[in-house]
């Protein structure tokens, strides 16, 4: 069974940078689509960035491109996500989702993930 944990987050300022780190106890995440979401209080969940099944391809929204880089670790047991150059309107809880079924067209939708974290609050502020 997988079970996601994230961590990292934390409070800094504009233009800073920040690591939140999302881990898969149980069983490795080979052959799982991975990805990072947020949500904002009183905005809908939003899609920050994927693996593909096999690692091979990334994707970004829109809002996030060119500053955050998801990357996994060799044993691909931890997901990481590297955010640049941070803004308030990033501040948001993130999660991180996992899933075997996810196919390329839909990696950006929450309901394709079987299995996901429970957040860590990441706030942008002076």
């Known amino acids: 069974q997988v079970q996601l944990e994230e961590s990292g987050g934390g409070l800094v300022q504009p233009g800073a940078s920040l690591r939140v780190s999302c881990a898969s106890s149980?069983?490795?995440?080979?052959?799982?689509?991975v990805a990072w979401f947020r949500q904002a209080p009183g905005k809908e969940r939003e899609f920050v960035a994927a693996?593909?099944?096999?690692?091979?391809?990334?994707y970004y929204g829109d809002s996030v491109k060119g500053r955050f880089t998801i990357s996994t670790d060799n044993g691909k047991n931890t997901v990481y996500l590297q955010m640049n150059s941070l803004k308030p309107e990033d501040t948001a809880v993130y999660y991180c989702?996992?899933?075997?079924?996810?196919?390329?067209?839909?990696?950006?939708?929450?309901?394709?993930?079987?299995?996901r974290g429970q957040g860590t609050q990441v706030t942008v502020s002076t």
């Open positions: 989702a996992a899933g075997r079924g996810v196919i390329t067209s839909s990696i950006g939708s929450w309901n394709q993930y079987d299995h």
């Open positions: 149980g069983r490795s995440l080979r052959g799982y689509a």
């Open positions: 693996h593909s099944r096999n690692g091979g391809f990334t």
